[in-house]
């Protein structure tokens, strides 16, 4: 087993990709058996009914302990309303009536279509020359059947007749759960890094965000709020995610899109573009602090079709970002008068 030869194992699922992950300890006599194990699993997998009738009723009891919690429910309504019948509009938990109706044959198939060489990217990260990682990447390659790749979604763009939607969820709590926003960009938007600079002055700065001083420091709504760009392989979201205390809803609603609504129209000042820059490459370093992240970073290049030079060219990039570059990218994607909104709490007048 992995525990045996001091390795570990782990799966993740997303919206886009599945992901199978190994640390091992470099010496060949742990590495070998390792992998062979890692290989057997990923090429060879048993499905049992038994052992699948346990991971449905695990995966059931996910769903419904996410039930009890607004920003899940927030999360899950405000994806369904972006997306609606498209992929990315279902949860990554799953639905609980798809999970309950699983078979082993629907395993089995949709393991035969999507988990074969022609579809799988092998990252490896580690104290191992070029021609050991090769020998690795071919072992794994090779046990897999050679398949086809994933069919790409085409884009979901924002929809210009769309109007302002405000869904409101009933939940027992003292406060509503917030989530704002609208269909972002993709990672291979010309305007991400605009977009990614800009937003940290508006709400991903923490307490340097436009959106903090305004919401939490200067009126005192809100304990956290922040924005965020969450780029795909599809256009992703961009969202505003607080809580405020029910009677408090409307206020601070007001109070954000007022903000929003004055950074698209003047982005930055030159200070602010300044802290962000300055910070933002400071946090590079950060992104690659370990063999994981490091994986991870290399993956998303990899996955998402990123150019070979995008690190060695990211904070070049950066610098060159001006105030025009981000007030053009913020009002060519960002519509404030048709966000998407959703209120998970009690009604602030019951």
């Keep these: 087993s992995f525990a045996d030869q001091g390795a570990i194992f782990s799966t993740q699922v997303s919206r886009d990709m599945a992901t199978l992950s190994l640390r091992s300890l470099t010496a060949k006599e742990y590495l070998k058996p390792t992998l062979d194990t890692f290989t057997a699993a990923a090429s060879q997998p048993r499905f049992d009914n038994k052992d699948l009738q346990r991971e449905k009723q695990r995966q059931l009891v996910a769903i419904e302990d996410s039930r009890q919690s607004p920003m899940t429910i927030a999360n899950e309504a405000f ?134 001083e305004e919401v939490r420091e200067q009126r005192g709504l809100s304990y956290y709020i922040g924005s965020r760009f969450s780029p795909l392989a599809d256009n992703g979201p961009f969202a505003i995610s607080l809580s405020t205390e029910n009677r408090q809803t409307q206020e601070a609603l007001t109070v954000v899109r007022k903000v929003l609504q004055e950074f698209v129209d003047e982005g930055p000042t030159d200070e602010e573009l300044q802290a962000a820059k300055k910070f933002l490459s400071g946090n590079f370093s950060l992104l690659l602090d370990s063999n994981a992240a490091i994986a991870g970073v290399v993956l998303n290049l990899a996955f998402y079709e990123r150019p070979l030079d995008y690190l060695d060219t990211y904070l070049e990039r950066m610098e060159n970002v001006t105030r025009k570059d981000i007030v053009k990218a913020f009002q060519k994607h960002i519509e404030p008068d048709k966000m998407t909104t959703i209120l998970v709490g009690k009604d602030e007048n019951s």
């Design 79 to 212: 994806y369904q309303a972006l997306y609606a019948s498209g992929p990315y509009a279902r949860p990554v938990l799953g639905e609980s009536q798809s999970i309950e109706s699983l078979s082993v044959t629907d395993v089995e198939t949709f393991y035969k279509q999507f988990y074969v060489a022609n579809n799988a990217m092998i990252v490896i990260v580690g104290d191992v020359s070029p021609q050991v990682a090769q020998q690795i990447s071919e072992q794994i390659s090779t046990a897999l059947a050679s398949g086809k790749a994933a069919a790409k979604q085409a884009k979901v763009n924002n929809d210009p007749k769309r109007k302002a939607i405000t869904e409101k969820i009933d939940f027992p709590a003292t406060q509503t759960t917030i989530r704002m926003g609208q269909v972002g960009i993709s990672y291979d938007s010309p305007d991400y890094m605009p977009l990614t600079v800009g937003n940290y002055t508006l709400g991903e700065g923490m307490f340097v965000s436009r959106l903090m």
